[in-house]
């Protein structure tokens, strides 16, 4: 069994930062490629940034150059860096975690979520 917990959402102004967190226990491996999606209201769950196994990054186009993903295997944590945010990033914001080596996009290849963590730009 897996587990996802994530934290550090909130409310943040325009132009702020704000870093999330995502902590896994249970069967996970250093193999696995972990991912940030987010949902806003009314919209489907989305890409936001992936890490593979050796730490290869890869972004959504509306959060390339803004935000970093970045990941501690010794605890098993994933997290998000956020910059320069703006309102369009106000969402849910879900860590998953994929039994397979590769950071895809797509959210069916992702086995794993957490409850997800509200994140609020205001402008």
Avoid: H
């Avoid at 509306?62 to 703006?86: E, H, P």
Wanted: proline share 2%; charged share 20%.
């Amino acid at each position: 069994q897996v587990q996802l917990v994530e934290s550090g959402g909130g409310l943040v102004q325009a132009g702020g930062s704000l870093r999330v967190s995502c902590k896994a226990s249970g069967r996970t491996f250093s193999f696995m490629s972990r991912a940030w999606f987010r949902q806003a209201p009314g919209k489907e769950r989305e890409f936001v940034a992936g890490i593979n196994w050796s730490s290869t990054s890869t972004y959504s186009d509306s959060v390339k150059g803004r935000f970093t993903i970045s990941k501690d295997n010794a605890s098993n944590m994933v997290f998000l860096q956020m910059n320069s945010l703006r309102p369009e990033d106000t969402a849910i914001y879900y860590c998953a975690i994929s039994t397979s080596s590769r950071a895809s996009q797509n959210r069916d290849e992702y086995a794993y979520w957490g409850q997800g963590t509200q994140v609020t730009v205001s402008s």
